[in-house]
């Protein structure tokens, strides 16, 4: 019975040494939570996040911690997923070392992960979600905002689509092809509002489900409209389907979405019928200030490919998160305040994206770019829009 009793305070023991060792360790961390897809259909997007946040984590590592303390993230897989994304987001509030959120990467996803941020207090800061209903689903009952995002919203992208293909592009008749979730509806909406406030015809809508894989009824019924022009409301793997179905039907007319066809597997999976595909984008690398340049050269030496938007801003929503734990500590909420006070040009984050800063419901004003396939790659469009 001694040797019993023995041996259990000996266990007793080593669990206290190692929780204080755990605890020591994460007194000299700062830690950070990046929910976003790792796996499935969405799993490209995701990788550009985890680079451009790893990329940041390095810069501020390298240069001695935020405080004399390294910072650390953990990186959270919820493909794209709202059940998946509440999963997670339960998680990431009971970890009383997880200061803040990057993340996350989809609407829908941001969306269902935020009651859970806004009623533990914990702020989150979003490299590219841009539904618009986020700014309003985002605040406490004071009224204070719990979501941020670095990326402009999809009623901005939307209008500012519909004005391009018009003004500059010279279309006159546009099919709407868009996927039935918080992003492709919100851009949708955004879209045909302006293009019936400006003239220009919608001549037809037709949506489809995440993962579908056959457009052809759909694309055949957009195509008896006569339409010069096919908006695809959506993200890149369907995206890429619906370019080369649209091609075997002879369906030859422009193209063009927005953020959520630019991923070089757009280009990969659909081949020459991507060709001519117009997109608007937050970030282009032809743009770009002295720094981003420097982060372009370091992400395609670390990675051997070149940079996107999202990792450009995965970089940026990770150096706001970290300005404000420089600036206020470890508390959660005072590390929200210090996002919150980053509201006008001469508070806001500096970073390789432009000078980002908030309005009260957590977003930011910033200008689109168009990029457009030639040649099997992405290149400058010849006609930008202020």
């Known amino acids: 019975m001694r040797s019993l009793k023995l041996a259990r305070l000996a266990v007793l023991a080593s669990f206290l040494i190692l929780g204080a060792a755990g605890a020591a360790a994460a007194a000299d961390t700062i830690k950070i939570a990046v929910p976003s897809p ?13 680079a451009g946040v790893e990329l940041k984590l390095a810069e501020i590592n390298a240069a001695g911690g935020i405080n004399g303390k390294q910072v650390v993230a953990e990186f959270l897989d919820e493909q794209c997923d709202p059940k998946e994304a509440a999963t997670v987001a339960a998680k990431i509030v009971q970890d009383d070392a997880i200061v803040g959120v990057v993340g996350h990467l989809c609407s829908s996803a941001h969306l269902a992960a935020l009651p859970n941020y806004v009623k533990k207090g914990i702020v989150a800061v979003s490299p590219t979600a841009t539904n618009v209903t986020i700014s309003e689903k985002n605040k406490d009952k004071a009224g204070k905002a719990w979501s941020y995002r670095v990326v402009y919203r999809d009623d901005f992208q939307g209008a500012f689509l519909a004005r391009y293909a018009s003004q500059v592009l010279g279309l006159k008749a546009i099919a709407v092809f868009y996927e039935n979730n918080d992003y492709g509806i919100g851009l949708k909406e955004a879209f045909v509002k302006e293009a019936k406030k400006i003239g220009l015809a919608v001549v037809g809508e037709e949506g489809y489900m995440k993962g579908a894989s056959d457009f052809t009824p759909q694309l055949t019924s957009l195509k008896s409209k006569n339409p010069d022009g096919l908006f695809i409301s959506g993200y890149y793997n369907e995206g890429a389907l619906i370019a080369t179905q649209a091609k075997k039907l002879g369906m030859n007319v422009a193209k063009f979405g927005a953020d959520g066809l630019d991923n070089a597997d757009y280009i990969k999976l659909a081949a ?59 508390d959660r909420a005072k590390v929200r305040d210090a996002i919150a006070a980053m509201n006008s040009p001469e508070t806001g984050f500096k970073g390789i994206t432009g000078n980002t800063y908030f309005d009260a419901n957590g977003d930011c004003l910033k200008n689109a770019f168009v990029k457009v396939v030639k040649g099997g790659t992405f290149v400058p469009a010849d006609k930008q829009m202020e």
């Not at 200030?289 to 992400?299: G, P, T, V």
């Not at 801003?313 to 970290?322: I, K, Q, R, S």
């Open 38 to 50: 790792f796996t499935g259909a969405a799993a490209g997007y995701g990788d550009n996040v985890k």
């Open 272 to 330: 020459d019928a991507a060709e001519n595909t117009y997109m608007t984008v937050p970030f282009l690398a032809e743009a770009a200030s002295a720094d981003a340049q420097a982060f372009l050269k370091k992400f395609a030496d670390t990675y051997k490919r070149e940079s996107d938007w999202m990792s450009a801003n995965a970089f940026d929503a990770t150096g706001v998160v970290l300005e404000a734990v420089k600036a206020a500590g470890m």
